[in-house]
């Protein structure tokens, strides 16, 4: 009885979580990786196989109104991790292999004539969301097909994955943590304008095409191909769509001849792997070459039966907790991550791994010594899969935070409430440290990434970290690792007003702290700084200059370490101010519209640098409106009402 009850408990368990990995998931926003969310999925397919969870097809956006039904299912794929399986699949039936795209899958509808008509996302399967709007811009998408001989009249629809070139992500890592979320990121977008940069540069890769006559019945494999005068035969399927004009990955696609064995199936998996795409797969597809056959299978609620996908597991490695180390997130969370013994797992040495939170660390019994299996694929900081052996000696949560206030339990989380000034959650100012230097190419969402990833305690650190402790956060690749370490690198000298304001220091705003820097000239002077020193000079008031010469007092230590890293360069201020008075822009309401050459990021921190606004809309009070070419915009049109000055981007970034 209670071991039924148990089961019930897990089953309803696993449900619960399945769903809430799904919707993280189809944001683009997954905690987990691929191989720990299939996990789940086949130990409650392994208790209960008929369980409605397991044919859920994606996870539908918000609500909306702009649904499109799709009259033919879109849905997902079986897929698999083991090679039998494959090689049982293939034994049996004439197949081929292709990539399996991790991007967003899209419906294309084109009318008798060829015109695109609509375009719409997956969704549940049954309805998804419109995006013809933003489709209109991805320029890889057809607008208008030729089919020719089409004298019935046919309509097609063509489905296909879209994705984001892999080439072109290190421009947009301020913008997307990855090129998973990117894609939703983008499509998910109301306002399509805003995300015209993007959309220009999405590619789309087909994989199928269904096609119906002037009645809206649908034509079968065998009719398709007639009226095409093709095989029946899903590679010249392929072939007609890239006659057509589109891309069909089709120099991935290969014909699996005579594969042996196991071993020869490997090899073949090996080298579909090994080759470069632009893109990133999450598996191979297998399809049944005979459209026919294909056909006749059908599908079960959940995916066709004529396709199998082969997932590959993360990497995984053994190794050992050296410490576990504790992370003061935002709102006070507490996030522990584990140190390791470094181990090498696809191709990155991999020292930390999250722990997620106390829960977790509870329940897996996880502590200093334990050995312990960690997984990376690709998609997430690597994270601990299981325990292979327990420690001794078990973990004692922490009952402090690093700033010594008990910690409060909530659910499966610690948390530091008690102290309001806990600099330690005060994430805001590690990101307000680097931006306030101005290190070029690190925004405040490169910080953050790597805050959150529990890199960075204190300013100071961010001078001790590597490209490979880069390397492990998602969404990072070498190049801009690399570039991020070298920026970090290069700004160690720092004139003291910028250093003071970059302390983010009660009170001591840029202004006020150029006034320190310029009457103390060092650093040192400033340490030495009295309340009584500040009152006589003008602005401050006893609260105010008490609060600074606090703050100041407080971030000793945090100077201290700073201070073995960075040369601070005596006072030179006043110069800032001047500088900033005389540039074009100093005051001046600007607002951005349009696709830009660079990131938008980039140019709100220049404008913000040259004391300009930025500004979302454009009335009689807005400066200039930078735009590169006239459009229907209503942004265009209010600028051209209101008188306001259009720049295009080059003569704007003239003056920045
Ligand atoms: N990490 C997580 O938290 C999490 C959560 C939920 C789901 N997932 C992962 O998502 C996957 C299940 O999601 P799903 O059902 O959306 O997708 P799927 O993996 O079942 O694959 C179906 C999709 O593959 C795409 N595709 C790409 N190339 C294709 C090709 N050549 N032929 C046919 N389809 C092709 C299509 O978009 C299609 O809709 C699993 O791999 C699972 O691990 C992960
Ligand atoms: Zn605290």
């Known amino acids: 009885m209670s071991l039924k009850i148990n089961a019930k408990n897990e089953i309803e368990n696993l449900a619960s979580q399945i769903l809430f990995h799904k919707k993280l998931y189809y944001k683009g926003k997954s905690i987990i990786s691929d191989a720990e969310y299939d996990a ?39 897929k698999t991790y083991s ?14 292999a292709m990539d399996k795209i991790d991007g967003m899958a899209l419906s294309i509808e084109y009318d008798e ?36 001989n089409n004298d019935r009249k046919i309509r097609i629809e063509i489905r296909g994955e879209v994705y984001f070139p892999l080439s072109e992500f290190p421009k947009f890592t301020d913008r997307f943590d990855s090129f998973r979320n990117a894609v939703p990121g983008t499509l998910g977008r109301k306002d399509v304008e805003e995300a015209l940069d993007v959309l220009r540069i999405l590619k789309f890769c087909v994989y199928d095409v269904i096609a119906f006559d002037k009645n809206n019945n649908y034509i079968s494999a065998r009719d398709f191909s007639e009226l095409f005068s093709l095989e029946p035969d899903y590679y010249s399927k392929l072939k007609f769509l890239d006659k057509i004009g589109f891309y069909t990955s089709i120099s991935h696609v290969q014909e699996i001849e005579k594969l042996k064995d196991l071993d020869s199936l490997k090899l073949f998996l090996n080298e579909l792997y090994a080759s470069s795409r632009d893109y990133q797969i999450d598996g191979i597809v297998f399809r049944l070459r005979d459209e026919i056959i294909w056909e006749s299978l059908g599908n079960t609620a959940h995916h066709p039966r004529g396709s199998l996908a082969f997932k590959q597991a993360g990497d995984t490695a053994e190794t050992e907790i050296q410490a576990i180390e504790v992370n003061v997130g935002r709102s006070g969370k507490i996030s522990f991550r584990a140190k390791l013994n470094p181990v090498y ?23 200093v010594e334990a050995k312990v299996e960690i997984i990376r694929s690709g998609e997430v900081i690597p994270a601990i899969l299981r325990l292979i052996e327990p420690a001794e000696k078990k973990f004692k949560l922490p009952t402090q935070c690093l700033c010594s206030f008990p910690l409060t339990r909530k659910g499966p989380d610690l948390f530091c409430l008690e102290n309001p000034n806990c600099t330690f959650k005060d994430q805001e100012s590690l990101v307000y440290y680097v931006s306030s230097l101005d290190i070029m190419g690190v925004s405040d969402k490169i910080v953050l990434k790597i805050r959150e990833a529990g890199l960075v305690q204190e300013p100071a650190d961010f001078y001790k970290l590597t490209v ?6 998602e969404g990072f690749a070498q190049k801009s690792s690399e570039n991020v370490i070298a920026a970090i690198q290069g700004a160690r000298k720092i004139p003291l007003a910028k250093f003071l304001t970059a302390l983010g220091l009660k009170r001591g705003g840029a202004v006020k ?66 500088e900033q ?11 951005i519209t349009g696709a830009l050459s660079r990131p938008r990021e980039e140019y709100k921190a220049m404008l913000e640098k040259a004391g300009a606004k930025l500004v979302s809309a454009v009335s009689s ?36």
């Not at 090679?83 to 081929?96: A, Y």
């Not at 490979?468 to 956060?473: A, R, S």
């Not at 008075?581 to 607002?591: A, L, S």
């Not at 459009?631 to 920045?656: G, M, P, Q, R």
Request: a negative charge; hydrophobic letters at 35%; proline letters at 1%.
């Open 345 to 367: 797992l696809s191709g990155a040495k991999i020292s930390y791994a999250t722990l997620h939170n106390a829960e977790f660390i509870e329940n897996g019994n996880y502590a």
């Open 513 to 578: 702290c150029q006034e320190v820097a310029k009457k103390c000239k060092t650093l040192n002077n400033v340490l030495k700084l009295k309340v009584e020193d500040l009152l006589i000079e003008k602005g401050w008031a006893q609260k105010s200059a008490e609060d600074f010469i606090d703050s100041l007092v407080n971030k000793e230590k945090i100077i201290q370490n700073l201070l073995e890293f960075v040369t601070i360069i005596n006072d030179n201020s006043g110069l800032l101010s001047e």
């Open 83 to 96: 090679l039998e399986d494959i090689f049982d699949f293939i034994s049996k039936n004439k197949c081929i």
């Open 468 to 473: 490979e402790d880069l390397l492990q956060i």
């Open 621 to 656: 009070k807005t400066d200039f409106l930078v735009c590169n070419e006239s459009s229907s915009s209503s942004k265009y049109k209010d600028a051209l009402k209101h008188n306001v000055k259009i720049l295009t981007e080059a003569e704007f970034s003239e003056h920045l």
């Open 581 to 591: 008075k005389n540039h074009p822009y100093f005051g001046k309401n600007i607002c």
């Open 113 to 148: 004539n060829g015109n695109f008509l609509r375009a719409s996302t997956r969704g549940n399967g049954k309805f998804g969301e419109d995006v013809t709007e933003h489709v209109y811009h991805i320029k890889d998408i057809n607008k208008k097909i030729n089919l020719v």
């Open 40 to 78: 789940l999925e086949n130990r409650l397919t392994n208790l209960c196989a008929e369980h409605p969870i397991l044919s859920i097809v994606g996870y539908p956006f918000e609500e909306s109104n702009n649904k499109i039904s799709h009259s033919i299912a879109m849905l997902s794929l079986a």
